[in-house]
């Protein structure tokens, strides 16, 4: 699996594989995706004011492309503990989502009900 996260000084995604930072790119796109977020991390910056990697989304690498009926998705720690939609709804896992160079990310939500996609896991980075 790779995690990818915004890397906000490097104004980029970076990649990470098995926990190593594999490389840094302007645009991708991962299938079957979940999105993690460190709870204890969360709290970290809300105290401290600090920046650090506490959510990433992670998945399959895919061919790239934003995918037709992709919602915007935004993570801000100061606003919410979870990835939300525009209507600040929680969104978990993503049949496909795709990362553009100007640092928007937009998702395909997993329908309701569909078992033949990545299930929702339980927020935390590992």
Known sequence: ?????????????????RNW?????PS????DVRFIVSLPGVRRIRERQA????????GVPAESGLPEGALRV???????D???LPDGSPIRA????????????WAVPIPP?????????PSSLS
Not at 51 to 58: F, G, I, M, T
């Open 1 to 17: 699996m790779t995690d990818v996260y915004r890397n906000l000084s490097r104004r980029c995604w970076s990649v990470r594989v």
């Open 82 to 84: 979870e990835f939300t």
């Open 51 to 58: 920046r650090e990697v506490v959510a990433l989304a992670r």
């Open 74 to 80: 935004r993570f801000d720690p100061y606003r919410s």
């Open 28 to 31: 991708l796109t991962l299938r």
């Open 21 to 25: 930072v594999v490389g840094h790119v």
């Open 113 to 121: 009900g569909d078992p033949s996609r990545v299930a929702p896991s």
């Open 94 to 105: 993503a049949a496909s989502v795709s990362f553009l160079p100007d640092g928007s990310c």
